[in-house]
């Protein structure tokens, strides 16, 4: 009996790979023959040719004289720009709105579930759509931009604000900054391991502020403390000098955010509603403050319920924001988009994508696996 | 069972002191200083908000067929609505023939009638299956033409009944594939097992954009020479395709939640494996992931949309082309958008809260 049921294991899997196999030939058989009539190369020569295009913005030098090579990598920078900003917004709301729900002033929660009811229920292309004509259509044309004080502009070319001028003490000071993390990382270390052993508590929120506070501070003191800042000027069409957020990024920063903010909520909702009441009334009982009760018993016990799950929305957003290309915000898929019409190049495109979309999935699971093993329940 | 005492005491009405609707503002609205101070800001915002937002949508609004002039006189001030009526048939249909988009609208009724039908559980047995096929026929009928009707191609194909299509037709097809995903899943065989979790890790690792690329540019690639497939089968094979993936995950739930015991005891029966899984096991595992199937369903019926970027007239771009290219009432493409969104949330939000009394009906289910 056993033999035959594994002799049938065999050939079932035999069988499918030899499906999956017979498909592949066939359809690869397929792709080069159509290939060869089209006269089409395959390959990633063309990653080195020059793109030729513009792209309307960027985090790192792009010129269209640059390679596709660098097309990819602006989209991709791009992509991971309003990912992570949106991965950040989304939490903060998403929590917020959250808490709101489970509050006990009934307006509150009735506003909060009002939210997430509205925003999770409808299309996030249309909502984008929805944002972006906003942006584009009600906000003033640049002459008679709205000032919001402080040399910033609304437009409906974007959001212009001031930026400090280049200077080395600037650069310091952010170089300051990561040195101060690391530094208070390595004193909580400390810390601990003096409690773990002495039972002395040293101060670590107070030494962590002064570290990432005080470092980037002196550095810039040290170098000149310059304070020019270059503040956005109407000059002929258009604003120069400062910075700016295009339409296109803040529609779809906005919509990734505000969307994936409603689901977040939920989720937070639930991990709150999974820690037992009993919980907090031994945490009152002890003398904690409602504040230490949150900080102490409540939400640790909750992120547990709350990580796996938030991982997923984390890479909702990081897929979602592939709709950038619906309203023209030069992500990833747009740039690949526009390769794919330029070259005729559709497998390798499209394989350069889902490749990078899978590292970034791979890369935030790794890193919130890690996470949630950090915080899970020890138990013996 | 509680005592007879309990009960009563238990379904007692509160003192009448206690009562009416000053003693609900006081525990739900003004419990505490901060709470009265946050209820204070909130009323203060809506009386803000809520003049403002009904103004615009309704009290100043341009309702009913008017013409182009109406609109401006009150812009700024009012919405105008009546972008919905100049523009309803193309945004409902597309770009199908005008003189036969009484089809198109039977469509929407048919499917949405399915909706309706298979969300009652007196539905849920062999007759389901029957009321699906004759639906789906009915519905090819109706959009394609043939036997009586003109015929139409599926390139005029537009609007709302393409959304409900893709979605309604793609949960149906991703539903077979997503089960036999699930078990492979769980098999013992380890080719299988592996080619069932790299599908799913693939496909759940991209963007749904990606698989309609895919489908919109390389498919033509894959075919042999000459043989054409539709824009939008092609798109509808790709939904498919990825919404199996997800589905597969939601019935692995349903299976690792269906006790171990259950599957001993189909094996001590001598059932053979497609016997144990189908009269046993899948039974209570599809029960237990009904709710998430449900879910997955709202995403699909929104994600539909994005076949916007691959060009496919469903109702998102019959709504956005109905605006972009009437230069007249482009400045409405708000009201526009806005009639849409009513639409999607209607749809999304009947399967939201049908989705949620379902779970509770099975937690109820579970605590006999």
Redesign the interface.
Known sequence: MLSSERARGIFYQFLLLAAVFGLGWYLVGNTLHNLSTRQIQVGFEFLGREAGFEIAESQIAYAPSDSYFRAFLVGLFNTLHVALLGIVLATVLGTLVGIARLSSNWLMSRLASAYVETMRNIPLLLQLFVWYGLFTELMPPVRQAIELGGGIFVTQRGLYYPWPEPHAAWSAAGWALLAGAALAFAWRGHARRVQERTGRQLPVGLVAAALLAGLPLAAWLALGAPTQLVYPELRGFNFRGGKVLSPEFLALLIGLSTYTAAFVAEIVRAGILAVDKGQTEAAMSLGLTRGQDLRLVTLPQALRVIIPPMTSQYLNLTKNSSLAVAIGYPDLVAVANTTMNQTGQAIEAIAILMAVYLTISLLISLFMNWYNNRVRLVER | MADPATRAAASAKPPASRGGPFAWMRT??F?TPF?AA??VL??AALAWLVPKASGWLFVDAVWGRQPLEACDAVRGQGACWAVVWEKFRFMMFGVYPFDEQWRPALAILVLTGLLVVSAFRAFWNKRLALIWTAGIALTFWLMGGGLGLTPVRAEQWGGLPVTLILAIFGIAFAFPLGVLLALGRRS?????RA?CVVYIE?I???????VL??AS??F??????GMRIEQLLRAQIAIILFVAAYLAEAVRGGLQAVPKGQYEAAEALGLPYWKSMGLIVLPQALRISIPPIVNSF?SLF??T??V??IGIYDF?YAV?KSVETDFAWK?Y??EA??F??VI??IY??AM?KYSQKLERDFARGHHR
């Open positions: 739900n609205l419990a709470d946050l209820t909130l009323l013992q065989l380890p080719l299988v080619f693939v759940r690792g991209v963007p749904l954009i990606t690329f895919m540019v390389m033509a690639l894959f075919m042999p020479e709202i929104k994600d949309s994005l916007v970027i998102a956005k400045k493409f708000i958008f806005l849409s969104i999607y949330w999304c939000f939201s």
